[in-house]
């Protein structure tokens, strides 16, 4: 059974869907404030699609664009955007969705 798009996602989920070796996401955790994972009792770390999102932005800088894990961080500090940038965007994918399901209902309704 798979999970809903939305779900938490294991560490283990993560590095398979993403390949990149949990090793390497368990580091960057430590060098990215940015990544807000969910730590359990058991220590397990869950991950959300806003921080999956963000680990694929940063392995695009690290092996597509070239960028140190110290680069990423001042690149990141500079184009404090980003976040904002994500949040409009996904504001306008809601909004979007909404005037799509509205669309739908009326077509529904007037059938």
Known sequence: MDKLKGAYKTIGEVSKELDIPSHILRFWESKFDRLRLIKRKNN????????????????????????????????????????KTLSNKEK???????????DIQNIINNK
């Open 44 to 83: 397990h770390r869950y991950y959300n699609a806003e921080d999956i999102s963000f680990l694929i932005y940063i392995r695009k800088l690290i092996n597509e664009e070239g960028y140190t894990i110290k680069g990423v961080q001042i690149y990141l500090k500079k184009d404090n955007t980003l976040t």
């Open 92 to 102: 306008e994918y809601f909004q979007i969705i909404k005037e799509i399901k509205k």
